[in-house]
């Protein structure tokens, strides 16, 4: 793959927007990702250049939240093992999936996030949350852990 000079100012230029974007509202993977799959990468190599840059920004937001004490470190620990095998399977999953396949599925995927995330502006902002139950546990868990998954194979929107 030869690289052009407008290639990588491409590539700085969505870099930059999803940068500010993500450090705004979030989400800066639904733009990085599609601009690295526009300028010709393989998909599993988007989705990990884009993996790389986004954990500097996840590594950052985890420690002002674990200060700020919005972080139950204990669901953390019970949790963070089923997370990282899910995500670490769904990246493996990633680089086994041929990229004519992969590259429509991930469009696909951040599409989805990118609409839901549009209609679903106030998602998050009132707490609904009542009394945490065995059940409600057993719910989250799962969630928790097909996130982990879809961040794994794909990435973008999980925040």
Same mark, same amino acid.
């Given at each position: 793959?030869?690289?052009?000079?407008?290639?990588?100012?491409?590539?700085?230029? =969505?870099?930059? #927007?999803? +940068? =500010?974007?993500?450090?705004?509202? /979030?989400?800066?993977?639904?733009?990085?990702?599609?601009? %690295?799959?526009?300028?010709?990468?393989?998909?599993?190599?988007?989705?990990?250049?884009?993996? %790389? +840059?986004?954990?500097?920004?996840?590594?950052?937001?985890?420690?002002?939240?674990?200060?700020?004490?919005?972080?139950?470190? *204990?669901?953390?620990?019970?949790?963070? /093992?089923?997370?990282?095998?899910?995500? +670490?399977?769904?990246? *493996?999953?990633?680089?086994?999936?041929?990229?004519?396949? %992969?590259?429509?599925?991930?469009?696909?995927?951040?599409?989805?996030?990118? #609409? =839901?995330?549009?209609?679903?502006?106030?998602?998050?902002?009132?707490?609904?949350?009542?009394?945490?139950?065995?059940?409600?546990?057993?719910? =989250?868990? +799962? %969630?928790?852990?097909?996130? /982990?998954? *879809?961040?794994?194979?794909? /990435?973008?929107?999980?925040?």
């Amino acid at each position: 793959m030869d690289i052009s000079l407008t290639m990588i100012i491409t590539i700085i230029v =969505f870099g930059f #927007i999803a +940068a =500010f974007i993500d450090a705004v509202v /979030g989400g800066g993977g639904l733009i990085s990702t599609p601009a %690295l799959l526009a300028i010709g990468l393989p998909p599993s190599v988007a989705l990990g250049t884009n993996k %790389l +840059a986004s954990s500097f920004g996840s590594l950052t937001s985890t420690i002002k939240f674990i200060r700020s004490g919005k972080v139950d470190l *204990y669901v953390v620990a019970k949790l963070f /093992g089923f997370v990282f095998l899910a995500s +670490a399977c769904g990246a *493996y999953i990633a680089t086994m999936v041929p990229s004519q396949i %992969l590259k429509p599925l991930i469009i696909i995927a951040l599409s989805s996030v990118f #609409i =839901f995330t549009l209609l679903k502006k106030d998602w998050g902002n009132t707490r609904t949350f009542t009394q945490f139950t065995f059940k409600k546990a057993l719910l =989250f868990a +799962a %969630l928790f852990i097909l996130i /982990g998954f *879809y961040d794994g194979f794909v /990435g973008g929107g999980t925040g």
